[in-house]
């Protein structure tokens, strides 16, 4: 039998509901049953190329525990414009961030004025009465004078613990809601990675146990200046970048930028990029131990059984491939790829997941998980929700992604290299430069039935082609742009224009290789793109 205090409960819930107090849901539910959501993320964390070896707990604690995608790409492989697409749900052509300055909109006031207010986790604090904190790396740019300083609290946020600028581990300025608050170089207070930790841990000892919580911690490491805690500076003597087959091998039939570089590398960048491989793996110990201090912690609370807990990078990163000393910048899987593992209710241990994701679809996916939906928002992401909860088969899937970049550079070559002339950037002292101005390129990442292949388009004087066939060439030698069937490559260059020129739902449309597409002009929205008005053209 009912017992009376439910009855009187229920009783409430109806009245209140049928009074138009509550929209849909009662606040009994809304407390009792909505997951709560973490979001760690790495900064220039590589999957391709060993980046996950070092994070035995958090492949045992979130990728057992739950499930490990595959193929997880970026919208971009630079750190600003990554982000601003993962709070976005947005490809870059939609947020208009194109790289880590100001004048590249990274955290400028027009991101702030248009995009801000309507980030995933100012939706979830808006729409769905989720308490909301951040801790870490935001935004290259935030804190700028020029932006509203370290006084700015982007709209959504709760509780706010951002880094001002870029990623360091002491020495260093939070925004602690707004207010500054400097450290220093002393390991046990300053350590960014571990300040992070404490900190979220604060976060969720005194928060409101009457709302669900997002989480959002974005840790320093293993960015430069790869600075190990004390306890790690001598772990992993002896390891050394991978020496797999496009390690300091000739960049062969790739766009000029790659070409330039010298093969073989001198030993000391060869001596250079094996420190920076075993120092990045140190800094991830660190990380490391963030994760399992906040499993522990929510297993204590008991919470963990409702808490979704993501774990992905901004970008990729390479170490010597095409002879590159050491970034990210490229269109290659080893800058592109990430990682992505997540672990929650429903989801069962030790999953793997094939399909092809991006970092646009971790808002409509945490929206989704929120019981929000993502189609008002005008995200160009998909919910993956679906997949991890063992629904894929009835879900229409994509078979394709977005990749953009805009390159940096100047109007004034690097004085060091004046035979490379202007608009070259990020060089090294034997004049490898890992950007240009006209690095500039749009590429579309193919995974399907018989199709795994990764198109791009340059925007230079050559309008230089790449394409890769990855099943035959999984470390991306041979471009076959110039031997491909010219029926694909003329579908794949209509397909990065629609993709390029898409917004919302028509960036979820099928792709070259499902059954059912076609060059439907009608979902080129934004008709006076260039791009959209050459897709017109070859049309009629």
């Not at 973490?38 to 220039?44: F, G, M």
């Amino acid at each position: 039998m009912i017992s009376i205090r439910l009855w009187l409960t229920a009783l409430l819930n109806y009245l209140l509901v049928s009074a138009g107090w509550f929209p849909t849901y009662s606040r009994v539910e809304a407390t009792f049953h909505r997951p709560n959501i973490v979001l760690i993320l790495a900064d220039d964390l590589d999957v391709a190329i060993g980046g996950m070896i070092p994070l035995k707990k958090t492949k045992k604690l979130i990728g057992e525990a739950g499930i490990s995608f595959t193929n997880a790409y970026v919208a971009s492989p630079l750190c600003c414009p990554s982000r601003a697409s993962i709070l976005t749900g947005k490809y870059p052509h939609n947020h208009m961030v194109v790289n880590n300055t100001l004048e590249g909109n990274c955290s400028s006031p027009a991101w702030q004025k248009r995009h801000e207010p309507n980030t995933f986790p100012a939706l979830l604090s808006r729409h769905a009465q989720y308490q909301t904190f951040f801790a870490g790396k935001y935004l290259n740019e935030y804190g700028n004078s020029e932006a509203g300083g370290i006084d700015h609290v982007p709209p959504g946020w709760d509780h706010w613990f951002g880094l001002e600028k870029n990623s360091k581990y002491y020495n260093y300025t939070l925004s602690v809601n707004g207010k500054a608050r400097k450290h220093g170089e002393n390991y046990s207070k300053d350590y960014l990675t571990d300040v992070l930790a404490n900190a979220s841990l604060n976060f969720l000892e005194y928060k409101s146990s009457s709302r669900p919580f997002f989480l959002m911690i974005s840790t320093p490491a293993p960015h430069s200046p790869w600075t190990a805690a004390p306890q790690y500076e001598k772990s992993f003597a002896g390891v050394r970048a991978p020496r797999e087959a496009n390690f300091d091998v000739h960049g062969k039939g790739k766009h000029w930028l790659i070409r330039q570089a010298r093969t073989p590398m001198s030993n000391s960048s060869v001596q250079f990029l094996d420190d920076v491989y075993r120092r990045r793996w140190q800094t991830l110990l660190s990380v490391d131990d963030l994760v399992e201090k906040l499993v522990q912690h929510l297993d204590t609370s008991g919470e963990l059984q409702n808490t979704y807990i993501f774990f992905t990078s901004d970008n990729g990163y390479h170490t010597g491939q095409f002879s590159l000393p050491v970034d990210k910048r490229q269109l290659y899987e080893f800058d592109i790829k990430v990682p992505l593992l997540v672990r929650g209710p429903g989801i069962k241990p030790n999953q793997t997941c094939q399909m092809l994701v991006a970092n646009i679809d971790l808002g409509p996916t945490i929206m989704d998980i929120a019981g929000h939906s993502v189609n008002p928002t005008q995200m160009d992401g998909m919910s993956f929700l679906p997949l991890m909860s063992g629904q894929g088969n009835n879900v229409t899937w994509r078979t394709d992604v977005l990749l953009e970049y805009n390159g940096e550079g100047g109007d004034v070559g690097d004085p060091s290299c004046p035979v490379l002339g202007p608009g070259v950037s990020q060089c090294f002292p034997d004049c490898v430069c890992e950007d240009a101005s006209n690095n500039t390129y749009t590429c579309v990442r193919t995974l399907a039935e018989g199709a795994n292949l990764q198109y791009c388009e340059f925007e230079d004087s050559e309008l230089f082609v790449e394409v890769y066939n990855l099943t035959a060439d999984p470390f991306q030698l041979i471009n076959i742009a110039k031997t491909i069937d010219q029926e694909v490559l003329e579908k794949m260059n209509r397909r990065t224009i629609m993709l390029q020129t898409c917004s919302g739902l028509s960036c979820r449309t099928p792709g070259v290789f499902k059954p059912r597409y076609r060059s439907d002009a009608r979902f080129v929205l934004n008709s006076n793109h260039p791009r959209a008005r050459e897709l017109l053209q070859s049309l009629k």
